[in-house]
Protein backbone atom coordinates (compact mmCIF):
# COMPACT_ATOMS: atom_id res chain seq x y z
CA UNK A 1 0.00 0.00 0.00
CA UNK A 2 1.54 3.29 -1.34
CA UNK A 3 2.18 5.64 2.35
CA UNK A 4 -0.34 7.98 3.58
CA UNK A 5 0.28 11.78 2.63
CA UNK A 6 0.27 13.40 5.96
CA UNK A 7 0.58 17.08 6.23
CA UNK A 8 1.58 19.23 9.63
CA UNK A 9 0.83 22.67 9.75
CA UNK A 10 2.85 24.86 12.63
CA UNK A 11 5.22 21.47 12.09
CA UNK A 12 8.06 23.57 14.59
CA UNK A 13 5.52 25.15 17.56
CA UNK A 14 5.12 23.10 20.27
CA UNK A 15 2.10 20.68 19.42
CA UNK A 16 4.06 20.22 16.58
CA UNK A 17 6.75 19.18 18.56
CA UNK A 18 4.22 16.48 20.58
CA UNK A 19 2.67 15.30 17.37
CA UNK A 20 4.98 14.33 14.77
CA UNK A 21 7.08 11.61 16.56
CA UNK A 22 3.83 10.17 17.48
CA UNK A 23 2.29 10.30 13.49
CA UNK A 24 5.70 8.36 12.27
CA UNK A 25 5.42 6.02 15.26
CA UNK A 26 2.03 4.35 13.81
CA UNK A 27 -0.08 6.35 16.39
CA UNK A 28 -2.16 8.08 13.81
CA UNK A 29 -2.58 5.46 11.11
CA UNK A 30 -1.99 2.03 13.03
CA UNK A 31 1.02 -0.21 12.64
CA UNK A 32 0.36 -1.35 9.55
CA UNK A 33 0.08 2.09 7.45
CA UNK A 34 3.06 4.05 5.95
CA UNK A 35 3.53 7.79 6.24
CA UNK A 36 4.89 10.41 4.46
CA UNK A 37 5.43 14.06 6.29
CA UNK A 38 4.72 16.96 4.84
CA UNK A 39 5.77 20.06 7.03
CA UNK A 40 4.37 23.66 6.56
CA UNK A 41 6.11 26.40 8.33
CA UNK A 42 6.12 30.09 7.99
CA UNK A 43 9.75 31.25 6.48
CA UNK A 44 11.27 32.21 9.71
CA UNK A 45 10.28 28.78 11.34
CA UNK A 46 11.25 26.46 8.33
CA UNK A 47 15.39 25.72 10.10
CA UNK A 48 13.27 24.72 13.03
CA UNK A 49 11.10 22.59 11.49
CA UNK A 50 14.17 21.31 9.48
CA UNK A 51 15.41 20.59 12.93
CA UNK A 52 12.56 18.48 14.26
CA UNK A 53 12.88 16.36 10.89
CA UNK A 54 16.15 15.48 11.49
CA UNK A 55 15.62 14.34 14.80
CA UNK A 56 12.25 12.31 13.24
CA UNK A 57 15.39 10.94 10.91
CA UNK A 58 16.96 9.99 13.90
CA UNK A 59 14.27 7.64 15.23
CA UNK A 60 14.52 5.61 12.34
CA UNK A 61 10.89 4.82 12.49
CA UNK A 62 9.86 1.88 10.31
CA UNK A 63 6.51 3.83 9.17
CA UNK A 64 8.04 7.20 7.72
CA UNK A 65 8.05 6.99 4.23
CA UNK A 66 9.64 10.49 4.50
CA UNK A 67 9.63 13.79 4.83
CA UNK A 68 8.90 17.22 3.50
CA UNK A 69 9.51 20.72 5.04
CA UNK A 70 8.23 23.73 3.25
CA UNK A 71 7.07 27.13 3.47
CA UNK A 72 4.97 26.36 0.67
CA UNK A 73 1.07 25.90 1.06
CA UNK A 74 0.90 24.90 -2.27
CA UNK A 75 3.55 22.30 -2.04
CA UNK A 76 2.84 20.83 1.43
CA UNK A 77 -1.25 19.71 0.62
CA UNK A 78 -0.30 18.87 -2.52
CA UNK A 79 -1.78 14.96 -2.52
CA UNK A 80 -2.70 15.45 0.90
CA UNK A 81 -4.57 12.38 2.20
CA UNK A 82 -4.59 13.77 6.23
CA UNK A 83 -4.16 17.44 6.61
CA UNK A 84 -3.73 18.59 10.65
CA UNK A 85 -4.05 22.55 10.79
CA UNK A 86 -2.57 23.15 13.88
CA UNK A 87 -0.31 26.74 13.37
CA UNK A 88 -2.49 29.65 13.85
CA UNK A 89 -1.98 33.28 15.16
CA UNK A 90 -2.73 33.61 19.02
CA UNK A 91 -4.14 36.21 20.50
CA UNK A 92 -1.60 38.61 22.32
CA UNK A 93 -2.45 41.45 24.28
CA UNK A 94 -4.18 44.09 23.73
CA UNK A 95 -5.37 42.36 20.09
CA UNK A 96 -9.66 42.31 19.34
CA UNK A 97 -11.28 39.42 18.44
CA UNK A 98 -12.15 40.99 14.77
CA UNK A 99 -8.10 41.53 14.62
CA UNK A 100 -7.92 37.73 15.64
CA UNK A 101 -10.16 36.27 13.36
CA UNK A 102 -8.86 38.50 10.21
CA UNK A 103 -5.31 37.47 10.68
CA UNK A 104 -6.19 33.46 11.06
CA UNK A 105 -8.35 34.26 8.06
CA UNK A 106 -4.79 35.53 6.16
CA UNK A 107 -3.91 31.61 7.18
CA UNK A 108 -6.95 29.20 7.01
CA UNK A 109 -7.98 31.36 3.56
CA UNK A 110 -4.85 30.21 1.45
CA UNK A 111 -4.50 26.78 3.37
CA UNK A 112 -8.12 26.01 2.19
CA UNK A 113 -7.25 27.07 -1.71
CA UNK A 114 -4.25 25.37 -1.23
CA UNK A 115 -5.95 22.23 -0.14
CA UNK A 116 -8.90 22.60 -2.66
CA UNK A 117 -6.12 22.51 -5.36
CA UNK A 118 -4.09 19.91 -4.64
CA UNK A 119 -5.07 17.37 -1.89
CA UNK A 120 -5.80 13.69 -2.64
CA UNK A 121 -9.98 12.91 -3.50
CA UNK A 122 -10.08 11.42 0.09
CA UNK A 123 -8.70 13.84 2.13
CA UNK A 124 -9.54 14.23 5.88
CA UNK A 125 -8.80 17.96 7.50
CA UNK A 126 -8.49 18.47 11.06
CA UNK A 127 -7.85 22.19 12.50
CA UNK A 128 -6.62 22.25 16.06
CA UNK A 129 -5.28 25.99 15.83
CA UNK A 130 -7.91 28.26 17.64
CA UNK A 131 -10.66 29.42 17.35
CA UNK A 132 -10.27 26.03 15.59
CA UNK A 133 -14.17 25.89 14.78
CA UNK A 134 -14.06 29.33 12.75
CA UNK A 135 -10.58 28.58 11.26
CA UNK A 136 -11.68 24.90 10.11
CA UNK A 137 -15.24 27.14 8.51
CA UNK A 138 -13.13 29.50 6.85
CA UNK A 139 -10.71 26.90 5.50
CA UNK A 140 -13.65 24.62 4.36
CA UNK A 141 -15.65 27.94 2.58
CA UNK A 142 -12.11 27.84 0.19
CA UNK A 143 -12.43 24.72 -0.78
CA UNK A 144 -15.45 24.35 -2.35
CA UNK A 145 -14.61 20.96 -4.28
CA UNK A 146 -13.71 19.42 -1.58
CA UNK A 147 -16.95 17.77 0.29
CA UNK A 148 -17.90 20.36 3.36
CA UNK A 149 -17.86 17.46 5.66
CA UNK A 150 -14.36 16.59 5.58
CA UNK A 151 -13.53 19.77 7.74
CA UNK A 152 -13.77 19.00 11.34
CA UNK A 153 -12.09 21.13 14.65
CA UNK A 154 -10.95 19.56 17.83
CA UNK A 155 -12.93 19.33 20.87
CA UNK A 156 -11.65 15.84 21.56
CA UNK A 157 -8.73 17.15 24.10
CA UNK A 158 -12.25 18.92 26.22
CA UNK A 159 -13.54 15.55 25.74
CA UNK A 160 -10.68 13.59 26.63
CA UNK A 161 -10.08 16.26 29.99
CA UNK A 162 -14.10 15.98 30.98
CA UNK A 163 -13.54 11.86 30.75
CA UNK A 164 -10.52 12.48 33.28
CA UNK A 165 -12.49 14.38 35.70
CA UNK A 166 -15.44 12.35 35.35
CA UNK A 167 -13.37 9.49 36.33
CA UNK A 168 -11.96 10.83 39.25
CA UNK A 169 -15.16 12.14 40.69
CA UNK A 170 -16.54 8.70 40.68
CA UNK A 171 -13.54 6.87 41.29
CA UNK A 172 -13.11 4.92 38.24
CA UNK A 173 -10.95 4.76 35.66
CA UNK A 174 -11.61 6.18 31.98
CA UNK A 175 -12.13 2.94 30.39
CA UNK A 176 -15.13 2.36 32.79
CA UNK A 177 -16.68 5.94 31.09
CA UNK A 178 -18.51 5.79 27.81
CA UNK A 179 -20.39 7.95 26.01
CA UNK A 180 -19.80 11.76 27.09
CA UNK A 181 -20.07 14.36 25.11
CA UNK A 182 -19.16 17.92 24.08
CA UNK A 183 -21.33 20.10 22.45
CA UNK A 184 -20.45 23.35 20.98
CA UNK A 185 -17.48 25.71 20.72
CA UNK A 186 -14.28 24.99 21.67
CA UNK A 187 -13.92 27.76 23.80
CA UNK A 188 -14.83 28.62 27.15
CA UNK A 189 -19.10 28.03 26.31
CA UNK A 190 -18.63 24.32 25.77
CA UNK A 191 -20.42 22.07 26.75
CA UNK A 192 -19.56 18.53 28.81
CA UNK A 193 -22.49 16.74 28.76
CA UNK A 194 -22.75 13.43 31.05
CA UNK A 195 -26.50 12.95 31.18
CA UNK A 196 -26.00 10.46 28.50
CA UNK A 197 -22.82 8.74 29.56
CA UNK A 198 -22.66 5.30 31.03
CA UNK A 199 -20.11 3.96 33.82
CA UNK A 200 -20.07 0.48 33.67
CA UNK A 201 -23.44 0.10 32.51
CA UNK A 202 -24.63 2.89 34.59
CA UNK A 203 -25.91 6.38 34.06
CA UNK A 204 -23.22 9.05 34.79
CA UNK A 205 -25.42 11.83 35.81
CA UNK A 206 -27.58 9.30 38.40
CA UNK A 207 -24.38 8.39 39.45
CA UNK A 208 -22.97 12.15 40.20
CA UNK A 209 -26.29 13.44 41.07
CA UNK A 210 -25.17 16.54 41.97
CA UNK A 211 -26.04 19.27 39.56
CA UNK A 212 -24.33 21.76 41.21
CA UNK A 213 -21.07 20.01 41.19
CA UNK A 214 -22.27 19.56 37.43
CA UNK A 215 -22.55 23.38 37.34
CA UNK A 216 -20.10 24.81 39.51
CA UNK A 217 -16.96 22.49 39.43
CA UNK A 218 -17.18 19.83 36.49
CA UNK A 219 -18.05 22.03 33.85
CA UNK A 220 -15.72 25.21 34.56
CA UNK A 221 -12.90 22.97 35.16
CA UNK A 222 -13.22 21.26 31.92
CA UNK A 223 -13.97 24.85 29.87
CA UNK A 224 -11.18 26.68 31.62
CA UNK A 225 -8.24 23.59 31.86
CA UNK A 226 -6.29 25.08 29.22
CA UNK A 227 -6.05 28.25 31.26
CA UNK A 228 -5.08 26.62 34.30
CA UNK A 229 -2.11 24.29 32.15
CA UNK A 230 -1.03 27.49 31.04
CA UNK A 231 -0.72 28.83 35.07
CA UNK A 232 0.80 25.55 36.07
CA UNK A 233 3.32 24.80 33.27
CA UNK A 234 3.88 28.66 31.87
CA UNK A 235 3.05 27.04 28.58
CA UNK A 236 -0.10 25.87 27.16
CA UNK A 237 -1.22 22.38 26.61
CA UNK A 238 0.90 20.84 23.95
CA UNK A 239 1.41 16.96 24.04
CA UNK A 240 -2.35 16.37 25.75
CA UNK A 241 -3.61 18.39 22.78
CA UNK A 242 -1.26 16.65 20.26
CA UNK A 243 -2.48 13.34 21.71
CA UNK A 244 -6.37 14.10 21.32
CA UNK A 245 -5.02 15.24 17.74
CA UNK A 246 -4.33 11.58 17.07
CA UNK A 247 -7.64 10.15 18.71
CA UNK A 248 -9.39 12.46 16.49
CA UNK A 249 -8.13 11.45 13.11
CA UNK A 250 -7.47 7.75 14.33
CA UNK A 251 -10.84 7.65 15.36
CA UNK A 252 -12.36 8.46 12.06
CA UNK A 253 -10.29 7.06 10.11
CA UNK A 254 -10.19 3.82 11.84
CA UNK A 255 -14.39 3.57 13.35
CA UNK A 256 -14.64 4.25 16.96
CA UNK A 257 -15.06 1.73 19.31
CA UNK A 258 -18.63 -0.74 19.72
CA UNK A 259 -20.65 0.86 22.21
CA UNK A 260 -19.42 4.11 22.53
CA UNK A 261 -18.72 6.89 20.67
CA UNK A 262 -16.58 10.36 20.46
CA UNK A 263 -16.85 14.25 20.36
CA UNK A 264 -15.93 15.82 16.87
CA UNK A 265 -16.86 19.56 15.81
CA UNK A 266 -18.02 19.10 12.44
CA UNK A 267 -20.22 21.07 10.07
CA UNK A 268 -23.74 20.95 11.21
CA UNK A 269 -27.09 19.21 9.11
CA UNK A 270 -29.80 20.77 11.50
CA UNK A 271 -29.50 18.26 13.97
CA UNK A 272 -30.46 18.99 17.94
CA UNK A 273 -31.39 22.15 16.72
CA UNK A 274 -27.72 23.19 15.64
CA UNK A 275 -27.97 25.96 12.96
CA UNK A 276 -26.56 24.09 9.59
CA UNK A 277 -23.23 24.42 8.33
CA UNK A 278 -21.97 25.60 11.82
CA UNK A 279 -18.79 23.65 12.64
CA UNK A 280 -20.29 21.97 16.28
CA UNK A 281 -19.07 19.27 18.59
CA UNK A 282 -21.42 16.73 18.51
CA UNK A 283 -21.35 12.60 19.43
CA UNK A 284 -20.19 10.99 16.45
CA UNK A 285 -19.50 7.46 15.94
CA UNK A 286 -17.00 6.92 13.02
CA UNK A 287 -17.23 3.41 11.14
CA UNK A 288 -15.18 2.89 6.99
CA UNK A 289 -13.75 6.26 7.52
CA UNK A 290 -16.92 8.44 7.89
CA UNK A 291 -18.54 9.81 11.16
CA UNK A 292 -22.59 10.28 11.87
CA UNK A 293 -24.05 12.10 14.24
CA UNK A 294 -25.50 10.03 17.21
CA UNK A 295 -29.16 10.64 16.87
CA UNK A 296 -32.05 10.47 19.08
CA UNK A 297 -30.60 11.84 22.10
CA UNK A 298 -32.97 13.28 24.76
CA UNK A 299 -31.76 16.56 25.57
CA UNK A 300 -32.94 18.47 29.00
CA UNK A 301 -33.49 21.98 30.25
CA UNK A 302 -30.22 21.50 31.38
CA UNK A 303 -28.42 20.39 28.68
CA UNK A 304 -30.42 22.46 25.48
CA UNK A 305 -29.27 26.19 27.76
CA UNK A 306 -25.79 25.34 27.78
CA UNK A 307 -25.78 23.78 24.20
CA UNK A 308 -27.73 26.69 22.60
CA UNK A 309 -25.00 29.45 24.33
CA UNK A 310 -21.82 27.50 23.00
CA UNK A 311 -23.77 27.32 19.32
CA UNK A 312 -24.84 31.27 19.88
CA UNK A 313 -21.28 32.18 20.31
CA UNK A 314 -20.11 29.90 16.90
CA UNK A 315 -22.91 31.84 14.85
CA UNK A 316 -22.05 34.86 16.22
CA UNK A 317 -18.04 34.33 14.90
CA UNK A 318 -19.34 32.77 11.46
CA UNK A 319 -21.49 36.13 10.93
CA UNK A 320 -18.17 38.01 12.48
CA UNK A 321 -15.57 36.61 9.48
CA UNK A 322 -18.74 37.03 7.17
CA UNK A 323 -18.79 40.81 7.75
CA UNK A 324 -15.00 40.83 7.38
CA UNK A 325 -15.27 39.25 4.02
CA UNK A 326 -13.12 35.55 5.08
CA UNK A 327 -15.92 33.62 3.65
P1 LIG B 1 3.10 27.43 18.89
O1 LIG B 1 3.07 28.92 18.87
O2 LIG B 1 4.11 26.72 19.71
O3 LIG B 1 3.27 26.92 17.39
C1 LIG B 1 2.52 27.39 16.33
C2 LIG B 1 3.35 27.23 15.08
O4 LIG B 1 2.54 27.56 13.97
C3 LIG B 1 4.59 28.15 15.04
O5 LIG B 1 5.74 27.37 14.81
C4 LIG B 1 4.29 29.09 13.87
O6 LIG B 1 5.45 29.47 13.16
C5 LIG B 1 3.36 28.22 13.02
N1 LIG B 1 2.55 28.95 12.06
C6 LIG B 1 1.97 30.18 12.19
N2 LIG B 1 1.37 30.53 11.05
C7 LIG B 1 1.54 29.51 10.18
C8 LIG B 1 1.17 29.30 8.83
N3 LIG B 1 0.48 30.23 8.15
N4 LIG B 1 1.52 28.14 8.24
C9 LIG B 1 2.24 27.22 8.91
N5 LIG B 1 2.65 27.36 10.18
C10 LIG B 1 2.29 28.50 10.82
O7 LIG B 1 1.63 26.99 19.26
P2 LIG B 1 1.11 25.57 19.79
O8 LIG B 1 1.21 25.52 21.26
O9 LIG B 1 1.75 24.50 18.99
O10 LIG B 1 -0.45 25.68 19.45
C11 LIG B 1 -0.93 25.72 18.13
C12 LIG B 1 -2.39 26.09 18.09
O11 LIG B 1 -3.18 25.12 18.77
C13 LIG B 1 -2.74 27.41 18.77
O12 LIG B 1 -3.62 28.13 17.92
C14 LIG B 1 -3.45 26.99 20.03
O13 LIG B 1 -4.35 27.96 20.48
C15 LIG B 1 -4.17 25.76 19.55
N6 LIG B 1 -4.67 24.81 20.56
C16 LIG B 1 -5.85 24.21 20.30
C17 LIG B 1 -6.40 23.28 21.16
C18 LIG B 1 -7.70 22.61 20.86
O14 LIG B 1 -8.16 21.83 21.71
N7 LIG B 1 -8.36 22.81 19.72
C19 LIG B 1 -5.71 22.93 22.43
C20 LIG B 1 -4.27 23.28 22.46
C21 LIG B 1 -3.89 24.56 21.76
O15 LIG B 1 -4.12 25.62 22.64
Request: aromatic share 6%; glycine share 10%.
Amino acid sequence: MAPVNVTVTGAAGQIGYALLFRIASGALLGPDTKVNLRLLEIPAAVKAAEGTAMELDDCAFPLLAGIEVTDDAKKAFDGANVALLVGARPRTKGMERGDLLEANGGIFKPQGEAINAGAASDIKVLVVGNPANTNALIAQQHAPDVPAGRFTAMTRLDHNRALSQLATKLGVTVEDIKKLTIWGNHSATQYPDVFHAEVNGKNAAELVNDEAWLADSFIPTVAKRGAAIIEARGASSAASAANAAIDHVHDWVLGTPAGDWTSMAIPSDGSYGVPEGIISSFPVTCADGEYSIVQGLEVNEFSRARIDASVAELVEERDAVKGLGLI
